[in-house]
């Protein structure tokens, strides 16, 4: 069974960072791409950014280009994002999900959330 | 980027109805599509990619069509468990993977 847990989230003031990470089980970790999906309070579903399965290829929303950096740890299963020059329009829950191949494509596992605020 | 928009934004059922719902993508994403439910509180689940093909698990009930810029998916006989807010999102031409602004089934 899939499992995809995510920790990092928090209270963070604006301009501070924070690191998220997700770790993985239930599947060959470096066989997939990974993504990050946030969702602002009461608000649709925003694609973040997503790795490739070897980690060599990384891609970003517009919104974070510069600010958030993904990255995988395929040894330890773990997914990161790391999350500089944070802004109030930041805060959401962010999800991490599995994509269906080595490439991001569609969002196959999710897990289940954790929440990142920014005041404004 | 590619903007995919949902109608209606907000859908009025009866359980044991049938419930259509639209996806339109600002330019073609071939079947490139997938659909998601999202639960109050809970994170979305995948119900159907490549347009038309249901996800391990997702009952019969749902069904995804179309092709280019519009899709639908359909839910043939609404159970209690069935009303949520459902997404599309189109992964043909990427970066950014985009999703619709979403579609709420509520009770009628």
């Known amino acids: 069974e899939v499992q995809l847990v995510e920790s990092g989230g928090g209270w963070v003031q604006p301009g501070g960072s924070l690191r998220l990470s997700c770790a993985a089980s239930?599947?060959?970790?470096?066989?997939?791409?990974m993504n990050w999906v946030r969702q602002a309070p009461g608000k649709g579903l925003e694609w973040v950014s997503g790795?490739?399965?070897?980690?060599?290829?990384?891609f970003y929303a517009d919104s974070v280009m510069g600010r958030f950096t993904i990255s995988r740890d395929n040894f330890r299963n773990t997914l990161h994002l790391q999350m500089k020059s944070l802004r109030a329009e930041d805060t959401a829950v962010y999800y991490c999900?599995?994509?269906?191949?080595?490439?991001?494509?569609?969002?196959?596992?999710w897990g289940q959330g954790t929440l990142v605020t920014v005041p404004s | 980027e590619i903007v995919m928009t949902q109608s209606p934004a907000t859908l009025s059922v009866s359980p044991g109805d049938r419930a259509t719902l639209s996806c339109r993508a600002s330019?073609?994403?071939?079947?490139?599509l997938a659909w998601y439910q999202q639960k109050p509180g809970q994170a979305p689940r995948l119900l159907i990619y490549?347009?038309?093909t249901r996800a391990t698990g997702i009952p019969a009930r749902f069904s995804g069509s179309g092709s280019g810029t519009e899709f639908t998916l359909t839910i043939s006989s609404l159970q209690s468990e069935d009303f949520a807010v459902y997404y599309c999102?189109?992964?043909?031409?990427?970066?950014?993977?985009?999703f619709g602004g979403g579609t709420e089934v509520e009770i009628k």
């Open positions: 239930g599947f060959t970790f470096s066989s997939y791409a």
């Open positions: 999900a599995k994509g269906s191949d080595s490439r991001p494509d569609y969002f196959d596992d």
């Open positions: 790795i490739s399965g070897s980690g060599v290829y990384t």
């Open positions: 330019q073609s994403v071939s079947s490139n």
């Open positions: 999102q189109q992964y043909d031409n990427w970066p950014p993977l985009t």
């Open positions: 490549g347009a038309s």
